[in-house]
């Protein structure tokens, strides 16, 4: 946790420091692990309740190990209307997990939002970081097939 600590000794003492720190340490491991959080609870001197509650509180933030890819579908209202629902069911049925799970393989997390803002474009996912749109299942499942 050395790389944590520089983190937590840069803020020490400073009010209003959680949540950069809490962005810093899964910037660090991808995540938050419940030791990390233990950790910064200690080093803080904050209620791990606190902790937990802020880290659950914000989408941001992430307690299960993730995907080394991200695969975001759109179900918002546009979306949902113009297929989400199919694209979603392709892509649970071509990575073998449910939406809002990673594959055994940490190789994909499939996430449902609602709005990702490009409802012009929908249906609308977001592949790490990169919005595609006009999206039908067949060029979904194509899209996560040729990640990694």
């Known amino acids: 946790m050395a790389a944590l600590d520089e983190v937590l000794d840069q803020y020490e003492g400073q009010e209003g420091a ?3 720190v809490l962005q810093r340490a899964q910037a660090i491991y991808g995540y938050l692990p419940p030791e990390v959080l233990e950790h910064i ?3 803080l001197g904050t209620p791990l309740s606190q902790i937990y509650g802020v880290a659950t509180f914000y989408a941001q933030f992430y307690l299960q190990k993730r995907g080394r890819h991200a695969v975001r579908v759109c179900d918002g209202t546009a979306c949902h209307v113009r297929g989400a629902g199919k694209i979603i ?3 649970e049925k071509e990575l073998g997990v449910q939406a809002g799970e990673t594959t055994p393989d940490y190789r994909v997390t499939l996430e449902v939002v609602y709005c990702l803002g490009s409802c012009g474009l929908s249906p ?3 592949i790490d970081e990169q919005v595609v749109g006009r999206l039908i299942p067949e060029k979904a499942v194509a899209l996560v097939r040729e990640l990694d």
């Open 18 to 20: 959680l949540i950069p």
């Open 41 to 43: 609870s200690d080093r």
């Open 89 to 91: 069911t392709a892509l």
């Open 124 to 126: 609308v996912a977001v």
